[in-house]
C-alpha cells in the first residue's frame, strides 16, 4: 500500500512537471526581440508594428505631441478677472509643466528601449536680452 501511495505521487509530479514546461514552451518559443541591433546595424521584424506603423515614426510621433504639450505648458497664460488667483494659476501652471516634461521623459524612454533614435527639437530659445551701451562720462 505504501509503494502504491509512492508510485501515484511521482506519476502525479511527473505529469504536473510536464504540463507546466507544455505551458511555458509557446511562450518561450514566441519571445524574442523584434527590433534588434548588431554593429550599428538595425532589423526590425515585418510582423511587428504598433498600430499598423513602424514603431520607431510611433514613437517619435509620441515625442513630438509630448514635447509641444510642454511648450504649451510653459508659454505664460493670461489671468482673468474672477479666475483663478495668481498663486494658484502658477500652481496649476507648475503641475502642468511637471506633467508634459513626464510624457516626455516617458517618450525619450521608450525611445531608448526601441532603440530608436529621435529627431529632437531644439529647445525654446529665449530673446536675447538687449545690450545696454555705456557711454563713459567725463568728470570735470
Given at each position: 500500500m505504501l509503494s502504491t501511495k509512492i508510485r501515484?505521487?511521482?506519476?502525479?509530479?511527473?505529469?504536473?512537471?510536464?504540463?507546466?514546461?507544455?505551458?511555458?514552451?509557446?511562450?518561450?518559443?514566441?519571445?524574442?526581440?523584434?527590433?534588434?541591433?548588431?554593429?550599428?546595424?538595425?532589423?526590425?521584424?515585418?510582423?511587428?508594428?504598433?498600430?499598423?506603423?513602424?514603431?520607431?515614426?510611433?514613437?517619435?510621433?509620441?515625442?513630438?505631441?509630448?514635447?509641444?504639450?510642454?511648450?504649451?505648458?510653459?508659454?505664460?497664460?493670461?489671468?482673468?478677472?474672477?479666475?483663478?488667483?495668481?498663486t494658484q494659476a502658477e500652481q496649476e501652471r507648475a503641475a502642468q509643466i511637471a506633467e508634459e516634461e513626464a510624457r516626455v521623459r516617458e517618450a525619450e524612454r521608450e525611445a531608448f528601449t526601441w532603440g530608436c533614435q529621435l529627431a529632437r527639437q531644439a529647445p525654446p530659445t529665449q530673446p536675447a536680452p538687449s545690450a545696454t551701451v555705456v557711454s563713459p562720462v567725463l568728470a570735470l
Open positions: 501515484i505521487t511521482i506519476t502525479t509530479l511527473v505529469a504536473s512537471a510536464g504540463f507546466g514546461a507544455a505551458a511555458l514552451a509557446p511562450a518561450a518559443s514566441q519571445a524574442q526581440w523584434h527590433t534588434y541591433c548588431v554593429a550599428g546595424h538595425c532589423v526590425t521584424h515585418q510582423n511587428f508594428t504598433i498600430g499598423g506603423k513602424e514603431p520607431c515614426e510611433v514613437i517619435q510621433s509620441n515625442y513630438n505631441n509630448a514635447y509641444d504639450g510642454l511648450l504649451n505648458a510653459i508659454d505664460e497664460k493670461p489671468l482673468y478677472i474672477g479666475g483663478p488667483s495668481p
